[in-house]
């Protein structure tokens, strides 16, 4: 089938050859330039703009919009959307926040375009080999690209997930467990270093992901980090996080779920990023005040 | 090779089975004859006493615990130590604290036995046909043991890990993960359910552990419990714990490591074993009387 | 002065009456007309409607809203806003949250109203005999309102935060920080509670409040709160809330503020309201899953 | 009456005059001799060992420790015992980990000396000026030292609290409420400081500390804080302990308690005092894995 896709980052490239070798004829562009060579050397079929990628449709336009989550998803929609026509299709598979797309979908709605939400899962090698796909959005829409993701992605690693929005919603709880599970992991592997024992930690991660209750793909992935560096020396600790994790706390706090360790996952990171916090020098402030304990001076 | 085994619940007579399987001379015995019984119905050599287990052995007497942690271990081993000789072998396999098991292995050292932890994973199936198992102790012992442990555990799943004491505490840390993971995924559902969107859960487990980042077991497990019950309409969630979450705790503590997320785990466990609490009446006591706000009565 | 006053529940009853002892002229209405005779018989001017209350002044109107947070606050402006002029003064007193008095304060601030906000704390007493106000808003607004706070303030009490929302942001952080102290105040007496001796809370909470570092009000209020009952017998433990906690984790959020104990502390009052948890089925499930442990059924 | 105390550190002075103001014979030691000579001149009896001290007595000896908890305790009790004969009296007044008193009372009842645990605070000042204090111990032994303590506490300041253990029990628990307390107020002024507002924060210290639900002596002590340094500049936000919070989180698991706050409060002071942390890398490592997310190279 005919799809576009805008947006070739580290994702979309891998998703454009993906959707290539499935047979469909892709459609791709992006303000690098560069990339859009590159992809058109792979097969895809590049173009210069926005306008050109809508033109090149022969039939009902469906364009994916693979770009950073935010502004851009709007700016982009605004460029597309004159060239669309009632039935068409936006799939924004980027990690927007699903109350935007929920706002975005009733404006799109409006001009009988369809905005389906794709959240994905798996990395740039998912993409590239076998995805994980969430899909929300309008029965119509989400049935004629249904085929198409159930080839991009691995067996069984589509999904379609009900309403517009909840594509979006469940890739952002799956993105909130991912924070919880890779920092029980992180904290986990910080005992073992603080302890008295001295564990080889590529060996401790490839038993813990054959046949303990704990193995996993990130497992999997720790085996392949310390492999590279046995205890990730050159490595600084600052776990940055683009925005789901904070999406999925104030999801839990608008439903008024108890989320403690996906937050604290959340807040460890925040706490990741700086070398100094102002509560410590609150409390240390305190301590010195009533019990004239020294504090560490700058 | 000649391997006793004390303790025939639900791991040990998986165990023993697995051991036979393996071509190996298991000697079995537990306080519930009928067990016994059982097990020598399937080829194991059930024995009816731990003298008259001990006395089975034609050569050097390997004998596998797999009691109860805490005083249990001891008495077991009170009552087998009279019978074993300079350089024969106690293996703890249950979940025993680690720091049990240094004392317990100074104790044993001088009088020439080598006691061996064994921290392992993988809940029952595994016990049958695939255990994961990290071993701690003395060269010379876990040496002798390493080919019977090679045999018993899935491939790659077998680890030695050092010296007395390390094969407990990677068990041990390794169910401190187990927690923070089983907690974030219980987060992540709970959001859902909370949420205004209706997913069939047993598909959404389905779809995460296909392709996205957190695959895992754990995941697996969740898609055939709401394989045999949507919305898990008849279970409480009571989330008992043995003793390792809080051990884990007590060993971040021990060496000052941050580890908010395992301990967030075990403190939600102990929440989910009350009906009501004191902090809450406490809470609920303050708000009233600073700002009248009305209590809930019993 | 000349001060109105729409809300006449528990605080603006008070408020009311605070104000007219210290010599104000006070115009006050409420939806709930015996509220309204009852306060004009304390010697406020009550009266029926908005209307009425605008039309009673004979100068500079300023106008105190003491009513619930969310929609009723913009109902509220919308009644009034026609019988105001330029360089009048609203108030919101009530708990706002601070993005929303940001866009009220522009959408008056176009018709030359003021939007002030004021932060209180200090319960119903605090109404009544001496308050504590954080109050924002632009320089004019604020300081014709502040010789009237100072007043009915206790002595320090009053404080000019800066421009529009600092007041009810500064509020909101207060009742963050009160929601960690009240939780940690909590756990405290439920590990008293749990173990194995066996205390007077009542004198604990009086010798904790006098000489202690956590001499406090809210030790002081849990003295009154356990001479009433001695371990609080008749009290269920549900912890509700308003929205302030849940906007400080959300603000920290925006911020990339760490706040893990404030995020808890709302975390757990959500849990207390609830029987059992999803995300306590869930864990179990997994447990009987992978171990066999049995679930607990409703 | 005559009382003993060894130990002169900053609690150990101030407490020694306190005591002497009240009347009382004080015989005081310390190892650092400078500091014996110096309370001397204060008119307290300084002497230069313990044995000296425990002979100065005319009559029933009661000599309070103030010494750091540990096994400093331990050699201290030994050093004293010999000098003691039944119906004497050791009060541990510093901050011993309660399970170490419940040992070290049964030790010293089998020679029939009182070990009497007495949990203080109120920082330096309080030892001075007024005390407050937690007392557990045997009756005969403990109403010996009431008119003593009442004398040197705040009013309401002094609590005989139950059998031994129970004052140190107490004064635990009150530290980890403490704990919770500070890093909750920490929290709050880390989200103002990250805020979009600008505050003067010994103004907001003082106005919280007037009229306000939070009001306390710790943010009283902000407010001198602040006083001295509008943003702390000159303070890094290292937050060291002692042990009583990670004994009372240690409790916490013992008895099954939630306490996630007061936890959480123990594990952030553990983050202050590390650049970097292990859990920190094993997360960036993760993210570069599996989405090619850039780590920051030491």
């Not at 449709?57 to 693979?66: E, S």
């Not at 709605?109 to 389906?116: C, M, N, Q």
């Not at 205890?231 to 683009?242: A, C, F, Q, W, Y």
Request: proline share 2%; aromatic share 8%; net charge negative.
């Amino acid at each position: 089938m005919e799809i576009g896709l805008i947006g070739l980052g580290k994702m979309g490239f891998n998703m454009a050859l993906n959707m290539n070798d499935k047979g469909n004829t892709v459609f791709a562009t992006d303000v690098n330039k560069d990339t859009v060579k590159e992809i058109s050397a792979e097969g895809v079929k590049g173009v210069d703009s926005i306008e050109e990628l809508a033109n090149s449709f022969t039939g009902r336009k469906a364009v994916i919009l693979l770009v950073p989550a935010g502004e851009i998803v709007d700016q982009v929609i605004e460029q597309l959307k004159p060239h669309l026509t009632e039935g068409d299709i936006i799939v924004d598979a980027g990690n927007s926040m699903y109350k935007h797309t929920l706002r975005r979908y009733e404006e799109l709605k409006a001009s009988g375009i369809h905005l389906v939400d794709v959240g994905t899962s798996g990395g740039t090698d998912g993409a590239r080999y076998g995805l994980c796909a969430m899909m929300g959005g309008d029965d119509d829409a989400v049935n004629y690209l249904a085929p198409l993701y159930e080839k991009i992605c691995v067996e069984k690693g589509f999904m379609i997930t009900g309403r517009a929005g909840s594509g979006h919603f469940l890739k952002m709880v799956h993105n909130g467990i991912e924070y919880g599970m890779m920092q029980a992991i992180g904290e986990g592997f910080e005992i073992l270093d603080k302890s008295d024992f001295d564990y080889d930690y590529e060996a401790v991660s490839r038993v813990w992901n054959n046949g303990s209750v704990i193995r996993s793909w990130l497992i999997e992935l720790m085996e392949n980090a310390f492999s590279k560096q046995p205890k990730l020396e050159d490595i600084r600790g600052v776990m940055n996080s683009s925005g789901e994790g904070i999406w999925t706390v104030e999801a839990a706090l608008d439903y008024q779920a108890s989320a403690p360790v996906i937050a604290l996952s959340q807040f460890m990171r925040f706490r990741s990023l700086e070398d100094d916090t102002f509560h410590g020098k609150v409390v240390a402030a305190l301590r010195n005040e009533f019990g004239g304990h020294a504090v560490v001076k700058k």
